[in-house]
């Protein structure tokens, strides 16, 4: 049975808190986020580039490397601060947890962290709009009072 690393964990956990810290008090960075893991500690990352969404390559190296109890695992959908790269491979320097909720809404706050990676893109706005028809409708039917059938009497005589 192996023991954990404790020192290489708690090294990637200040790399990765300062390298975040110094990203949030410069107001700069280029963060991304992960769609596809393509092996070798390289991943598929989308960051927007003068507005529009772009795939590059982002690799992660040294003590932020690790398996799933890592404190800095990668997975798609994770958001992932790059150091800047003249090639399309950038080097992650961050990883942001998700369960860090003060972090994020600061990083959104800052407009660091581009809206378009905050949402699907197209398949979310359709959502949105589709939930407003729904909620439309439903307003309607609620506000105005509903007619009572009408009743309509047919004399049939002597039949």
Known sequence: MSKANTAKKAAALKKN???IDTAIEKGIGIFGRVEKNLGDCMFNV???VKG???EVQGIIRGVM???QKSTTFVEPSTFVLLA?????????TAVLNRNNNAQMKVLKKGGLIPKI???DGVEDDLFEEREDV???DGDEDEAKPKKAPVEIDIDLGDL
């Open 134 to 136: 729904d909620g439309e």
């Open 117 to 119: 990676l905050l949402s």
């Open 17 to 19: 808190g300062s390298a």
């Open 65 to 67: 490397r690790g398996g």
């Open 84 to 92: 800047e790269s003249s090639t399309k491979v950038h080097e992650i």
């Open 52 to 54: 529009k969404p772009t």
């Open 46 to 48: 989308i960051i927007v």
